[in-house]
């Protein structure tokens, strides 16, 4: 399994981006699948979570209200629509995958086995 992410960028304080997760070679269908965040100096963390089997979701306390998962099959993609945006979520944003539909840790880094490659996001004046 293939995961590449994309819709990084800057954005000022209070707006809105959307990270898509585009799978290849599998149907991310079956697979957990969570959204990570690592900045500078600070370990990778648990972000976002969707479950296969009935689409539940898990949000991170410092994101809940604020950030949205979504999937959409057809397109065999993950999505993470983050709105009013602060600067402390400045981070490269990864999604991850696991075979497990459902996982006990959904934000724990390492319940999850494929990893995309990361996409920049910036939220600075």
């Known amino acids: 399994l293939q995961l590449v992410e994309s819709g990084g960028g800057l954005v000022q304080p209070g707006g809105s981006l959307t990270l898509s997760c585009v799978a290849s070679?599998?149907?991310?269908?079956?697979?957990?699948v969570g959204w990570f965040r690592q900045a500078p100096g600070k370990e990778r963390e648990g972000v976002s979570s969707?479950?296969?089997?009935?689409?539940?979701?898990t949000y991170a306390d410092s994101v809940k209200g604020r950030f949205t998962i979504f999937k959409d099959n057809a397109k065999n993609t993950v999505y993470l629509q983050m709105n009013s945006l602060k600067p402390e979520d400045t981070a490269v944003y990864y999604c991850?995958?696991?075979?497990?539909?459902?996982?006990?840790?959904?934000?724990?880094?390492?319940?999850?086995?494929?990893w995309g490659q990361g996409t920049q996001v910036t939220v600075s004046s």
């Open positions: 070679e599998y149907t991310l269908e079956y697979y957990a």
């Open positions: 969707i479950s296969s089997t009935d689409g539940r979701t």
């Open positions: 991850a995958a696991d075979i497990r539909p459902f996982l006990v840790h959904p934000l724990r880094v390492s319940d999850y086995d494929y």
